[in-house]
Each structure stands twice: as C-alpha cells, then as structure tokens.
C-alpha cells in the first residue's frame, strides 16, 4: 500500500504565475488535509476535504487559493497569480473514514516563488 | 481557541543523555494528541498518539509520551538519545469530528541537536 503521494516534490513558479499541487491520498483514505509549512514554523491547517466536498475551510486564505478533490482523481490545491510569500512546503495527509485513526502525511511539495 | 506550546524551541543533548520535549495544549474537549518527527527537507513521520485509554504512550523509535489531563500536557520522552535523533520534532492536537480526527494544529516545533 504506497502512502500518500504528493507531486511534484519540488515546483518553481514566477510570481503572477498559478502553482497546483497534487495529492493522492493512501488506497482507501477518503479524508484529505492540506497544510502550509513557512520557513522556521510549524505546519498551519488550509482545508479538510473528503470526496467532493470541502469539510472545513478555515485555514485557507480567501483569496487567489482554493482546493478540491474530486470523485475520481487526486485532491489539488491551486495557488493563483503566486506571490513570493506563498513560498512555504504545503503537505497533504489522508485518514480512513474511521474513529481513532490518524492521517499519514506525504512528503510535501516545496514551493518556490521567483 | 485550540492551540499547542512548545516552549523550548532548540535543545541539544548528548548521545545517551535522556530526553524530554514539552508539549502543553489548549482544548476545551478530550483532546486526540500526537507528536511527529521531521527531518530537514522531508515529511512528518508520526512517532506516537494519543486517543483514549493509558495515559502512557509507547511510539517507535524508543520514544514515549505521558497526557496529563490535569496539567495539560503531552511530553515526550526518550530514555537514552541517539545520534540520529537529531531532527526537529512537533507536538500536535486533533480536533474531534464526532470521533473522526479531523485537522491538526501544531506547535511551532523543538529542534533538537545531538553532541557526540
């Protein structure tokens, strides 16, 4: 069972450009989490989503980011017209649908603005 | 507001020297705790977590974590400590979704440094 798989692992984006990460969540998890690393900081929470649906929304900033993940394929976050503050490593986690089970983390993409 | 403290922001050990990582929490229910390790450059690696049940947790790596509800607290510890140790480790509570865990907040993190 591989585990979660973010791509790519590294992106360079010019600033006004778009950046879309990738997740694919582990066989079997439905739940997904994004989450933003600044440098020096800990992981900050972006969104919760399961299938077609946007849980909790609460850490997304409301402008230029948004997030999906839908029936078939794996969950994206795109970030529009990318500001060098955006720079940061976003790592997605994905959990069961059952109690007491943690999500497993990918290794995350590092996202760099130029 | 939920919210985790780390309060050491650097420790350096010694190889074989014991270890503790201060994690407090703030949460206004039964609190899903976890602590992660990260290595520069890579994902979070879950060394233990805490649900229910024994308020002594046993992870991987030798490491182990104490709730004390009263306190407010999920250190870690790890009696003898190993070069390879070395790495930055993040203590983090679970928000509940009606038993489902639903996101995590971090600590900002202890960097802990290793002397030979």
Redesign the interface.
């Known amino acids: 069972n591989a585990g979660v798989m973010q791509n790519p692992r590294h992106l360079v984006r010019r600033r006004g450009q778009e950046a879309r990460l990738r997740c694919s969540p582990m066989k079997g998890h439905s739940?997904v989490?994004w989450?933003r690393q600044l440098p020096e900081?800990?992981?900050?929470?972006m969104v919760?989503l399961q299938k077609e649906n946007i849980?909790?929304e609460s850490?997304m900033p409301k402008e230029r980011f948004s997030a999906e993940f839908p029936k078939e394929g794996p969950s994206i976050l795109r970030i529009q017209q990318v500001v060098r503050g955006d720079s940061a490593a976003y790592?997605c986690?994905s959990?069961p649908?059952?109690?007491?089970?943690?999500?497993?983390?990918?290794?995350?993409t590092?996202l760099t603005v130029v | 507001a939920q919210s985790v403290t780390q309060p050491d922001i650097h420790i350096t050990v010694s190889e074989g020297a014991s270890l503790e990582l201060r994690c407090n929490y703030s949460y206004g229910a039964t609190p899903?705790l976890?602590w992660?390790v990260q290595s520069p450059?890579?994902?979070?690696?879950?060394l233990l977590?805490y649900?229910?049940g024994d308020t002594l947790v046993q992870g991987i790596k030798g490491f182990e974590a104490e709730f004390k509800r009263s306190q407010s607290s999920f250190n870690l510890r790890k009696p003898s400590v190993h070069w390879s140790d070395a790495a930055e480790y993040?203590c983090?509570v679970?928000i509940n979704?009606g038993?489902?865990?639903?996101?995590?907040?971090?600590?900002?993190?202890t960097k802990l440094s290793v002397k030979p």
């Not at chain 1, 900081?41 to 929470?45: D, N, V």
């Not at chain 1, 999500?103 to 995350?108: H, N």
């Not at chain 2, 038993?99 to 993190?109: C, H």
């Open positions: 739940h989490y989450y900081e800990g992981l900050k929470f919760y849980i909790d850490g790592f986690a959990s649908n059952r109690i007491n089970t943690e999500a497993f983390f990918g290794q995350g590092r | 899903y976890f992660y450059g890579q994902g979070l690696q879950l977590k649900f229910s993040f983090a679970g979704y038993g489902s865990q639903g996101n995590l907040i971090f600590g900002k993190g």
